[in-house]
Structures are given as C-alpha cells and as structure tokens.
C-alpha cells in the first residue's frame, strides 16, 4: 500500500457540531506575534491564508484578548475587540476563500505576564483567581466577584465579534497556566467562594459558566471548541486531572456547558497519561473514552523535539513515516478524531497537501532560529 492510500483515512470530512470539516488536520492557535496594538496585521491574514491553501481543514487564530482591559499587556499579542473586527474579517475571509474554516480563539492571560516583558507601569494590573502565577510565584491579584462578572462578559463580546464577521467557530482557551486554566489547577486556585479550592467540581465553575455563556450567545450556527491542558507553561508535571475519574467530571463539564469539541493538549500526542494504569493511551485517547464531541489530539507530531524545547541553533529534526504510522494506529484505534499540527505548518504551508499525497519525504523541516528571527525582524519593522 503507497503512503497516500494508507492516509486516506485522515481525509475523510468531520462534523464539528454545525461545521463540517473537509480533513482531520488542524492548525492550532500559535502566537506570531504578528500584531500592532493588538490589531492583526495584513501579513498574518496573508499566513493564515497560505496555510489554508496548503489543504488544512480548521484554522484557529492565535489566542486573542477578550475584550477586557486586563487581557493582555503585550502589544503584538492579538486582540479580539472592535478595534481589531476589521483585520480579523479580513483573516476570515482569506481562510474561508481557500476552503477551509476559521475559529477565533478567545483568551486571557491572567496571572502570566506574558513571554515577552513584565507588566509595564500605569498598566491594568493582572488579575487571576488567587493571584498567583504558580504555587509560589504571586503575581497581580486576585479577582472579584463583580470582576468575573467582568470577564464572562468580555469572553461573550469577542465571541460575538467573531460571529459578527463570519467565523465558523470560536475556541474558548483554558489551558497552558493562562486565566481560565488557573481556575482549574489547584496550585493557582485557593478561593473559598465556591469558585475554587480543593474540589475540582467548584474549581470547573467559573470556565464553564464563561463556556455556556459563549455557546449562549453565539447561539446553534457557530461551533464551540474548547481547549485545555494538563501542563503548564510554568509547570511541565501540573495535573488538573490526578485520575482518569477527575478527567471524566472535567470532561463532562465541558460537554454540558456547550463545547462542541474538545482540544486536549499535550507536548507529546504518543505520551502515555497514566502510564501505571495504560501504557499505550495518550490524554487525547482518555478524553475520547468519555466525550460524546470530537477530540483533537496535540503534540509535535513530524517532530523530534516537543513545543517547548529549546533547540540551541537547530532545526527540529523530522521524524518520518514512523510518526504518520503512529499516529495512524491510534487515530484508527479510536483515540482521537482530528489532529492539531503547529510548528510542522509553521515551517511548511503545503504540509497538508504533501501528506495527502503521501510525500512525507518532502515535508520542510522546523527551525526555531529562522522563527524567532523572523519575529524580532517584524517587531523591529514595526
């Protein structure tokens, strides 16, 4: 059997709620920093476009600030507000033109400041459900109760932009150690109001209610992704989850609350979750286990080196067809229904295409130097 014949499988469409998708492959939110005050800039919709042309199905958007002071700080990271409803249609359309479907991804940083600088004076300060960062990195402080009435409504309003300029979905972000995540882990959520503290249960509160309130408002023609992590940026090992049960309560929480797919993200999509109990079942294949929606698996496939290494100067290694069997082997065994593919489309815009045709010898290998390089090049400019 020649590649492209053993692959075919991953090329059937997908049902995301309302919106079909024409393959299983997506790429995922990945900050370009590509943004002037929070406004996307032609080249980034011309990066989006590119990608779409190269045969992915779903594209989502870097995450984008909801439409609340405290958001973000960092100037090139995107916004979703009314300043930026312009650039974005015009990201959508370009998407859409190419055949393939475009969700917003809707975020807050909350106590993280960000990749790039410390919170500068006179801004907003950071604001997260007990201000901390980590369980012993305090930042900001913490929210309100009239503040997360706040910030449920500015996750409604950008979800409604998005609507407004035609995107087919909106992801709700909740992962990495960014303001809802922080809800969920236990280490960076001590409060004693019904939101937080030592049950998961209170701990899922507020991300749900901001999950219905978007899938509310954005109301049955729109899909509702959600996305969500185990590790943190500040912490590879940090467990929202410690059992397969707490997975499950997580899981059906967000079903219940309206998500239409499910986003589980790891740094290895082959990693084993719980490796004492299955040693061949990734937290994609665990989440599969209990949802009813779709689950998107994550997780340096093509590559050697995961999301967050540092290459010191070289460029990721690609893997080969040994990668694409596996990955075959667990889509095919039911673990997952689409997978997520950043740096491999970052570096190659055709990567798609090339492996619907089974070229995986012509695939363009990542190189983090070129990328980041590429970055303060733009910064510079701008």
Not at 309 to 329: K, S, V
Not at 350 to 362: L, M, N, Q, T, Y
Request: aromatic share 8%; glycine share 8%; with cysteine.
């Amino acid at each position: 059997m020649d590649v492209a014949t053993m692959l075919a499988p991953l090329f059937e469409p997908l049902e995301v709620g309302p919106v079909t998708l024409r393959n299983r492959f997506v790429m995922p939110g990945m900050q370009r920093e590509w943004c002037v005050d929070g406004v996307p800039t032609p080249r980034l919709a011309e990066y989006y476009r590119r990608r779409a042309a190269g045969g992915t199905a779903l594209i989502i958007s870097e995450a984008c600030a909801v439409d609340h002071p405290s958001a973000t700080q960092r100037p090139v990271f995107a916004w979703l507000a009314e300043r930026s409803r312009d650039a974005w249609a015009r990201c959508v359309d370009a998407v859409r033109g190419e055949g393939a479907e475009f969700f917003m991804q809707l975020w807050h940083e909350g106590a993280y400041p960000g990749r790039r600088g410390e919170i500068r004076p006179g801004d907003p300060p950071a604001l997260s459900p007990s201000g901390l960062m980590t369980a012993d990195r305090p930042n900001g402080r913490a929210l309100t109760t009239a503040e997360l009435d706040e910030i449920e409504a500015a996750f409604v309003r950008s979800a409604l932009l998005a609507r407004s300029i035609g995107a087919s979905g909106v992801e709700v972000h909740a992962c990495h150690g960014y303001l809802l995540d922080q809800f969920l882990w236990h280490e960076t959520n001590r409060r004693d109001d019904g939101f937080g503290g030592a049950d998961l249960r209170d701990r899922l509160r507020f991300p749900t209610r901001v999950i219905a309130a978007v899938r509310e408002a954005v109301g049955p023609d729109m899909a509702v992704s959600v996305r969500f992590s185990q590790w943190k940026e500040a912490d590879y090992q940090a467990r929202i989850a410690e059992t397969p049960d707490e997975l499950r309560v997580v899981v059906e929480a967000f079903e219940a609350a309206g998500a239409d797919m499910l986003h589980s993200s790891t740094r290895r999509f082959w990693t084993p979750e719980w490796p004492e109990l299955d040693a061949d079942l990734g937290l994609a294949g665990w989440v599969r286990r209990f949802a009813r929606v779709p689950v998107a698996a994550v997780g340096s496939l093509g590559l050697a080196t995961d999301v967050m290494t540092r290459l010191n100067g070289r460029p990721a290694e690609q893997i080969g067809l040994p990668a694409f069997e596996e990955l075959l082997r667990r889509f095919e065994r039911g673990d997952f229904d689409l997978m997520t593919v950043g740096r491999a489309q970052i570096a190659d815009p055709d990567w798609v295409a090339k492996v619907r045709r089974g070229a995986i010898e012509e695939l363009r290998a990542y190189d983090s130097v070129a990328a980041e390089r590429e970055l303060e090049e733009f910064v510079a400019a701008s």
